[in-house]
């Protein structure tokens, strides 16, 4: 049945990503049509077509490999300096240039000459680029409000779990007190484990970090903690201790190894589901959108432990980032797990909300062949002819991308290389949720 379960799981999130795709295609086909760009294909995946059919214009289809999409539009680059579409050259650079231009206009047919995507005005251009992106962050948006919102989210909330039975250093074990050690001011209070703490000196408590934030600058003070407790409130009057305990970094991230001196009460709260409201969703998704960008350009630095990941014997570091075939492999292992159903789809929605947000910061990266290369593109070219109305100088025309296919190509190559090595990693050594 976990076979089953698993297969299933992978099935699904194909399904879900090969909606991801359609769903960025189709921002860049609907403003493409809006300012009237033809578009004669519309594709799902890549390699071999599996279904198409023709609509007016365009062609829809899906193709084999479903880890990407694309839209063709009639005239993306401008002609060469000399007017001309097609060039023949003896360098290898120049000759990736002229063949980049001359497929933009393989299928140029007769009225297409206004019809051509460089021949827009540049913010039209930009929105066009930018519209796939955006359906992405979109569909992130809608995804995760409907884990937080609906589903809820998985945190620390402010009832006791354990108490600890005597004051020690952050890190250390509380279930065996050396000799000496002080008695925790929980355990003295008479705090139990099961206790759902209301107020904490007058202060009512809604979410654990409250309560977290509230005893740690409540150091060396007796304050009145009312809990709940088989359904009769309580007031204990603990005298908070000064302790060593886990250092956070400004987003409330632990910083590993590090401690710091504050208030210290003693106990391990319980973790529960929280559906979270409107505004706290936006700050989480606030927070998450930060992290992404973080984790970005972070990329770079952790190729060598994907390295070693694949051929040493390393373990594979759980935040060490995924392809889409470790993504699949999640799911399918989510889907396998002996959880309650609403987890299983909460923590695919949670997954397939975060690659779509994913989707949208790599490609706004102002980097050719991404839409974010587009985009500058578009925007150099605005600032270029801007500049020449502000000083009464001759239209520059349009910036011609084309010239930039080296470079494209480039990135291209190490875009590939790093997804291959990421993907070698996920099947060999991969991530692990449970």
Request: aromatic residues 10%.
């Amino acid at each position: 049945m976990a076979t089953v379960l698993t297969v299933v799981g992978i099935l699904v999130f194909v399904i879900g990503l090969l909606i991801s795709i359609a769903w960025h295609e189709l921002g860049h086909l609907s403003t493409a049509k809006l300012f009237g760009i033809r578009v004669p294909q519309y594709m799902v995946g890549f390699g071999p077509t599996l279904w198409s059919r023709r609509r007016g214009e365009t062609e829809y289809g899906i193709k084999a490999i479903p880890f990407g999409g694309y839209i063709r539009m009639i005239g993306m680059f401008p002609p060469g300096d000399d007017g001309r579409i097609t060039k023949r050259s003896s360098s290898p650079w120049r000759t990736m240039i002229e063949d980049a231009r001359e497929a933009s206009y393989e299928e140029l047919q007769e009225g297409d000459e206004r019809r051509l995507f460089y021949t827009r005005k540049p913010w039209k251009r930009m929105i066009v680029m930018f519209a796939g992106p955006f359906m992405n962050l979109v569909l992130a948006f809608g995804l995760f409000l409907t884990v937080m919102m609906g589903f809820g989210v998985s945190m620390n909330v402010p009832t006791v779990s354990t108490v600890a039975q005597c004051v020690v250093k952050a890190g250390q074990p509380t279930d065996n007190c050396p000799a000496g050690a002080p008695q925790t001011p929980a355990a003295q209070a008479g705090l139990k484990a099961g206790d759902r703490i209301l107020s904490f000196d007058g202060d009512r408590i809604r979410t654990y970090d409250q309560l977290q934030a509230d005893i740690r600058r409540s150091a060396g003070r007796t304050v009145p903690v009312v809990v709940e407790r088989d359904g009769q409130q309580l007031t204990l009057n603990p005298t908070i201790a000064v302790n060593d305990v886990q250092k956070y970094d400004g987003d409330g991230v632990p910083i590993k190894g590090q401690t710091v001196q504050a208030g210290f009460l003693g106990f391990t709260p319980a973790s529960g589901v929280v559906q979270l409201g409107f505004g706290q969703s936006l700050d989480r998704m606030y927070d998450m959108t930060e992290n992404g960008v973080k984790s970005l350009i972070a990329l770079p630095g952790k190729i060598p432990g994907l390295w070693n990941a694949v051929v040493g014997d390393a373990p594979r570091d759980p935040d060490s980032p995924i392809g889409m075939v470790g993504a699949a492999r999640v799911s399918g292992e989510v889907f396998s797990l002996d959880i309650p159903g609403t987890q299983r789809i909460a923590f695919f929605v949670n997954l397939l909300a975060g690659i779509n947000l994913s989707l949208f910061l790599f490609n706004m990266l102002p980097l050719l062949p991404l839409d974010g290369g587009h985009i500058a593109g578009a925007a150099w070219e605005a600032v270029r002819r801007r500049f020449a109305q502000l000083f009464k100088r001759p239209d520059p025309g349009p910036f011609d991308v084309a010239k930039l296919m080296p470079v494209a190509y480039v990135v291209a190559s190490i875009f590939i290389g790093f997804t291959l090595l990421v993907m070698v990693a996920d099947l060999v050594n991969p991530v692990k949720i449970s």
